[in-house]
């Protein structure tokens, strides 16, 4: 059975500061893993892909995959006020489901 | 506004009762998924459908069926209904069915609540 366990929060940070969200993943024999943003009311949103190992930019967000520790982690630097929301890790393991972790709720106080 | 449309918004039934949450998928796509999310059990896959046929299943009770129309808008029927069922219930959709990209269009999800 695919898992996807992540870190329940809920996380609290000044605006301006790094913040860090992690995964960890049980079985993935695909490795494409997704990180979705949602907002309070809304449907999530994909907001970034990876394939495998490594990092992935795209602009104040970075994603990274650590497969020796199945590990994936989504960083945000200069964290701000509209990236309040809940974060949701997925594991898409090459199957036709995605598999969701319970989200992470993070507040950037002004 | 993601282009995924559903019905209704909100729903207030009781124990035992049928209801029936409608989604029209994006234009174009091909695949229909419903979620079911809530507070401690996070988001859950129920169902997923390509062009019209059942294409995975997940967590879905046996009082819950879905079916996908010719015109690929898609059905999520909840019967029986029980205090537990009360959550979110989403559609998302898809142009492709395999190899899963991930990128899923959600809706804005049914608050369903059983009293």
């Known amino acids: 059975q695919k898992e996807v366990e992540q870190d329940p929060g809920p996380l609290s940070v000044p605006e301006g500061a790094i913040v860090s969200l992690n995964c960890t993943y049980s079985?993935?024999?695909?490795?494409?893993f997704m990180w979705y943003r949602q907002y309070s009311r809304k449907g999530p949103e994909l907001l970034m892909y990876t394939y495998s190992s490594g990092n992935k930019e795209d602009g104040r967000f970075t994603a990274q995959v650590d497969k020796s520790s199945k590990y994936i982690s989504l960083f945000i630097r200069d964290s701000q006020p509209s990236d309040s929301a809940t974060y949701l890790c997925?594991?898409?393991?090459?199957?036709?489901?995605?598999?969701f972790g319970k989200g992470t709720k993070l507040t950037v106080n002004p | 506004d993601s282009g995924v449309t559903q019905t209704p918004k909100h729903l207030i039934t009781a124990t035992g009762q049928r209801v029936t949450l409608r989604c029209s998928p994006r234009s174009g796509d091909l695949s229909v998924y419903w979620y079911q999310q809530s507070l401690d059990q996070g988001l859950q896959f129920l169902i997923q459908?390509?062009?019209?046929?059942?294409?995975a299943k997940g967590n879905i009770l046996e009082r819950f069926s879905a079916q996908q129309f010719p015109d690929l808008h898609s059905e999520l029927n909840l019967s029986s209904l029980e205090l537990g069922d009360s959550a979110l219930y989403f559609c998302?959709?898809?142009?492709?069915?395999?190899?899963?990209?991930?990128?899923?269009?959600f809706g804005e999800g049914s608050r369903l609540t059983v009293l």
């Open positions: 079985n993935s024999a695909f490795q494409y």
């Open positions: 459908y390509y062009n019209g046929e059942e294409r």
């Open positions: 998302a959709s898809s142009v492709v069915s395999w190899p899963n990209t991930g990128e899923l269009f």
């Open positions: 997925a594991d898409s393991g090459g199957s036709e489901k995605l598999v």
